[in-house]
């Protein structure tokens, strides 16, 4: 008898170059994840503002940030949880826009995002700068949905996305990194995860 080769039917998949490690591609769905009760916010009532280490501290009214130049990521995201999306499509306005107004000054090399609900998360903010991260109010062409942030969460798909904060309204930037909510809660302060930086400890 002939051993069956495991090859032209048992070959494993090629494993797919945007995955990083330990992840999974979810497919056409888009899982929910938020740690507090879904906030309701009028476009007209929300604004962003950056402070902090910043010489001009400024802030964006709903239609001052529409006319803006505008800004659009095609791509990835990927969750902690493991779940990675492919050729999502997300329109707003870098983060490099907002932050050549407000001016960073020579001290700045972090930034906490916080959400109207109080959510925060930290970043390095040569993470934020060089065309990386965005506050973004479509997706699909369409309003960003209230539970995915809307009507304007941050972007920031290099990294695992509980940094892209939803219901965003401020960007603060500041001397030294702090952490902010699940980074208090065990999770790696930057979170790269094409170096699987999932946990405090992670390299
Ligand atoms: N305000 C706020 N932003 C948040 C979160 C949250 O709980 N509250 N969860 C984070 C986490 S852990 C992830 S994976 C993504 C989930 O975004 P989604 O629900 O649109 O998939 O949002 C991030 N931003
Ligand atoms: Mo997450």
């Not at 170059?17 to 992840?23: D, K, S």
């Not at 990835?76 to 960073?104: M, N, R, Y």
């Not at 809307?150 to 509980?162: A, D, K, N, S």
């Not at 940094?163 to 603060?172: E, H, I, N, P």
């Amino acid at each position: 008898m002939t051993t069956p080769t495991r090859g032209f039917f048992g070959r494993r998949r090629e494993r797919d170059p945007r995955l990083p490690p330990g992840q999974y591609d979810v497919g056409a769905d888009w899982p929910v994840l938020t740690a507090e009760p879904t906030p309701r916010i009028a476009p007209e009532t929300w604004s962003i503002s950056v402070d902090g280490k910043v010489a001009n501290p400024s802030t964006w009214t709903w239609d001052e940030a529409h006319a803006l130049p505008g800004s659009e990521y095609r791509g990835a995201i990927h969750c902690v949880t493991t779940w990675s999306k492919f050729d999502t499509w997300f329109a707003g306005v870098s983060v490099d826009t907002l932050l050549e107004a407000a001016q960073p000054t020579d001290d700045a090399h972090f930034v906490m995002a916080t959400s109207k609900t109080g959510y925060t998360t930290n970043l390095p903010l040569e993470d934020v700068t060089g065309g990386k991260a965005w506050v973004v109010w479509d997706f699909d062409g369409k309003p960003l949905p209230t539970e995915h942030g809307g009507p304007v969460r941050l972007l920031v798909p290099h990294l695992y996305f509980w940094k892209s904060a939803k219901w965003v309204t401020r960007l603060t930037l500041m001397t030294r990194d702090q952490p902010g909510f699940w980074e208090q809660n065990g999770y790696h302060d930057r979170g790269d995860p094409w170096r699987e930086q999932r946990y405090q400890g992670d390299d």
